[in-house]
T-cell receptor, first 113, second 112 residues
Framework: DAGVTQSPTHLIKTRGQHVTLRCSPI?????VSWYQQVLGQGPQFIFQ???????GRGNFPDRFSARQFPNYSSELNVNALLLGDSALYLC????????????FGPGTRLLVL | AQTVTQSQPEMSVQEAETVTLSCTYD???????LFWYKQPPSRQMILVIR??????QNATENRFSVNFQKAAKSFSLKISDSQLGDAAMYFC?????????FGQGTRLTINP
C-alpha cells in the first residue's frame, strides 16, 4: 500500500507570493494534519482536518488555510509569503481524529526568497 | 501548556552498544499517546514506537523499547545493539487529541 504522498517535493517562491501544497493520505485514512518544521526545530502543528472539516488549528496567522476534499486529500495554502515561511511542510494521515498514530509523508521543502 | 522537552541535543554511541534518549512532557490530560519518531537526513518522519498512557507495560519494537513513567511524565527511548542506520534526529511527541506536540529533537550519531 502507498504511504502518505506530498507534492511538490521542493518549491522556491518570492516574498508576497502564494503557494499551494498537496497531500494524499494513506488509503482508508480520513484525517489529515499539517505541520511546519523550521530547520533545527521540531514540527509545529498547523491544521487537522477530518471528514472534510477543520478539527484543530495551531497558532498560525490567517495567511495559512487548508481544505480537505471528498477523497480525503488535502491542500495547504499560504498567502503573502514571508521569508520566515521557509520550512519543511509535513502532512500526516491517521484513520480517525482521536488518539491514533499519525503517519507522515516525505514533506515539501519551501524556500521563500 | 502542553510541552515536550528533550534535554539532550546530541548523543553518540558506538555501533552495537546501547543508548537511551530522554524525554519529559507536561500535561494535565489523563488520556494521551506518546511517540518516538525518527527523522533521517532524507527528512521523512518515521514512526519508531508508540505508548498508550493507560497501559502500564512499556512498549517494545525489536531493538527499541521505552521506559514510561507516567507519574514523573517521563518517556525515554532505549536503542539496543545500535546500527549505523539508526543515525538520525529522534523526536519525542505527545498526542492529547487532534495534534502532536513535538520536542526539539536529539541528534543521534553512531560511531563505527
Amino acid at each position: 500500500d502507498a504511504g502518505v504522498t506530498q507534492s511538490p517535493t521542493h518549491l522556491i517562491k518570492t516574498r508576497g507570493q502564494h503557494v499551494t501544497l498537496r497531500c494524499s493520505p494513506i488509503s482508508g485514512h480520513k484525517s489529515v494534519s499539517w505541520y511546519q518544521q523550521v530547520l533545527g526545530q521540531g514540527p509545529q502543528f498547523i491544521f487537522q482536518y477530518y471528514e472534510k472539516e477543520e478539527r484543530g488549528r495551531g497558532n498560525f496567522p490567517d495567511r495559512f488555510s487548508a481544505r480537505q476534499f471528498p477523497n480525503y486529500s488535502s491542500e495547504l495554502n499560504v498567502n503573502a509569503l514571508l521569508l520566515g515561511d521557509s520550512a519543511l511542510y509535513l502532512c500526516a494521515s491517521s484513520a480517525g481524529q482521536g488518539l491514533e498514530t499519525q503517519y507522515f509523508g516525505p514533506g515539501t521543502r519551501l524556500l521563500v526568497l | 501548556a502542553q510541552t515536550v522537552t528533550q534535554s539532550q541535543p546530541e548523543m553518540s554511541v558506538q555501533e552495537a552498544e546501547t543508548v537511551t534518549l530522554s524525554c519529559t512532557y507536561d500535561t494535565s490530560e489523563s488520556d494521551y499517546y506518546l511517540f518516538w519518531y525518527k527523522q533521517p537526513p532524507s527528512r521523512q518522519m518515521i514512526l519508531v514506537i508508540r505508548q498508550e498512557a493507560y497501559k502500564q507495560q512499556n512498549a517494545t519494537e525489536n531493538r527499541f523499547s521505552v521506559n514510561f513513567q507516567k507519574a514523573a511524565k517521563s518517556f525515554s527511548l532505549k536503542i539496543s545493539d545500535s546500527q549505523l542506520g539508526d543515525a538520525a534526529m529522534y523526536f519525542c511527541a505527545y498526542r492529547p487529541a487532534q495534534k502532536l506536540v513535538f520536542g526539539q529533537g536529539t541528534r543521534l550519531t553512531i560511531n563505527p
